[in-house]
Each structure stands twice: as C-alpha cells, then as structure tokens.
C-alpha cells in the first residue's frame, strides 16, 4: 500500500509533462502564426482595426510581450523545470516582468482605443484578471504556499492561452453561422472572420478560466499538486 502511494504521483509525472511540452508547441506554433503579419511593422497588415500610429504599436507591443508569455508560460510547469528552483524562479520572473506586465499594461490602451465595445470588454478584463493572478501567485510564493502559486499561476496562464483560444473559436463560431446562411463566399468568410476576433476574444478567456478551475477543482489535480 506505501509502495503504491509513493509511485502514484510519479507514474503521473511523466503524462503531465509530455501534456505541457505539447501545449508548448502548440503555443509556439499559434504564436509565430500570431506575430507574423506585424514583423514587418506594417499597419496595413494588422489583424485588428487600428484607429492611429500608436494604436498600431501598442497594439504590436501587447503582440510581441504576449508572444514571450505564451512561449515561457508552459515551461513552469515541467517537473524537472521545476525541481530546478534558480531556473524555475527566472524563468517565472521573465514570464511575468518581460510577458504578462508589458503585454497586460499595452492591452488596456489598445482596447480602449478600438472604439468596440466588445474589443474593450473582451481584452480589459482579462488583462485586469492577468495582472491580478500574477500578483496574486508572487504573493502565494512569498508565502511560500506553492499549491496556491501554482494554481493562480496556473489560472493566469489560462489568461495568457486567450490568444490561442481566440482563434480556435473564430473558425467554430463561423462554421455555426452556416446553417443560418451567415457566410457565403471568401470575402464574406474573411469579414466575417474579422468580425468575430473581438468575439472569439470576450469568450476565450472565459473558457479558459472555466477549464482550468475544473482541473485545479478535481480531487486527483489536487493529490498531485499537493505531492509534487
């Protein structure tokens, strides 16, 4: 029975970390897809509708630092990235301080300024909720109450995952359009696409944060962090 307990939460280990390092790639993947048409700095190629000069590059600026959020985000919760406490602690500081801060303080701005009440809604909050769980986990891990760091940090990175959820509801929510005759053509699949990233915005965090409560909720999540 002591042998069984002990090799639970190792047998689990090696899933939960082979899960992460697939959610690493598929955040890099979204997330070259998401920074290419601004590499060149070309407002005319932005994804978003853009009111001015600035707006384009706090837009580019809330892009790039969000890039470096969703890259470095899954490396905190490898299991051997994390029994390295210098690397876990550096590399959770340059997720929150080079990712998540800039990335949260451009959002706001660049909301506001879209003149969409969706666009405003749909990227202010989260970036309100993106802050506040980051302070929330450094607090936890001051306190060094790691089962709570590691679940704000865990509800944070949901935050920092909208930009892959956004655009996985993007092409569902069209496809649900078409038994309404709501796109027919590729100018209007195009504009309805461009439509529906505010929408895919307002909602992606909010299935994110859902998913994540669930995990952190279920007895087994909670073994296994209270364990590792």
């Known amino acids: 029975m002591i042998h069984h307990q002990r090799s639970g939460p190792a047998a689990v ?7 992460i390092w697939l959610m690493l790639i598929v955040a890099a993947v ?12 070309n407002s005319d190629g932005s994804r978003l509708d853009v009111t001015s000069e600035p707006h384009y590059y706090l837009l580019v600026a809330h892009i790039f630092t969000a890039l470096v959020a969703l890259v470095l985000g899954p490396l905190q919760f490898i299991p051997a990235i994390r029994a390295r406490r210098r690397m876990h602690r550096t590399i959770g500081r340059c997720y929150l301080l080079a990712g998540v801060l800039p990335s949260a303080l451009a959002a706001v701005p660049v909301a506001l300024l879209s003149g969409r009440i969706i666009t405003q809604i749909g990227l202010t909050i989260p970036a309100i909720l993106w802050l506040v ?12 109450d790691f089962v709570r760091h590691r679940n704000w940090m865990m509800r944070n990175y949901a935050l920092t995952f909208l930009a892959v959820t ?63």
């Open 166 to 228: 956004s655009r996985i509801l993007v092409p569902l929510l069209l496809l649900a359009q078409i038994p309404f005759g709501g796109t027919a053509g590729a100018g209007s699949i195009a504009a309805g696409a461009q439509s529906m990233i505010p929408i895919g915005q307002a909602l992606g965090w909010i299935v994110n944060l859902i998913v994540v409560e669930i995990l952190i909720r279920r007895p087994r999540s909670r073994r296994a962090l209270s364990s590792a």
């Open 13 to 19: 280990r090696p899933a939960r970390a082979r899960k």
């Open 133 to 144: 769980t980051g302070w929330l986990a450094v607090r936890a891990a001051r306190r060094r």
């Open 30 to 41: 979204f997330g070259a897809v998401l920074v290419s048409p601004y590499l060149g700095l």
